[in-house]
């Protein structure tokens, strides 16, 4: 009998609704200014990783090995990064742009707390949003592989497994 099982794709664009959801509420109730937050949703980026990861092994049966476990995991993981990235493009530059204002506007105050010297305001302005904006995706990216992939490969190890005996 075939197992019938969700699809990486399926799982990723949950987990990628999910983390979109909460960052939507995270910008409308501006707790995405508190450090905090942005821990809160990697937290549970990483833990639907772990997760998503642990249901296929269940959904299989444990009768898949690791490489397969770990396959999925990341490829599910693929998913909800692409999605979750190209959701903070968009957000930054068209839905949420105040974000970006107000980390900027922290950067100045900082600067000028410093005794440093901002000349060529509207200039610099377009350049320290673009730097940052490039600066934050990167982050994204690369961070929510590295977390999810870390989650996926702990289910991977700690999921219970079946092994079949070919004879």
């Known amino acids: 009998m075939k197992v019938s099982y969700t699809s990486h794709i399926k799982k990723g ?5 999910i983390i979109i959801i909460m960052n ?10 508190k450090p ?9 980026f990483i833990f639907l990783s772990f997760a998503s990861t642990w249901l ?3 959904q299989t049966k444990g009768l898949e090995q690791f490489s397969a476990l ?4 990341f490829k599910t993981v693929a998913v909800a990064t692409a999605l979750f990235f190209v959701y903070n493009f968009i957000a930054m530059h068209y ?12 950067i100045q105050a900082d600067i ?5 010297t901002i000349t060529n305001l509207p200039l610099d302005m377009q350049r320290a949003k673009q730097i940052w904006m490039n600066t934050q995706l990167a982050g994204v990216l690369i961070l929510f592989l590295l977390a999810g992939g870390a989650g996926a490969l702990l289910a991977s190890v700690a999921a219970p497994k079946k092994y079949q005996q070919n004879r």
């Open 13 to 17: 664009i949950v987990i990628a609704v």
């Open 24 to 33: 939507v509420i995270g910008q409308i109730t501006a707790f995405i200014y």
């Open 36 to 44: 905090w937050y942005g821990f809160i949703i990697l937290s549970v």
């Open 56 to 58: 296929f092994n269940t």
């Open 70 to 73: 770990i396959s999925h995991g």
């Open 95 to 106: 839905i949420f742009p105040n974000y970006v204002n107000h980390q900027i506007s922290i």
């Open 112 to 116: 000028k707390q410093q005794g440093g």
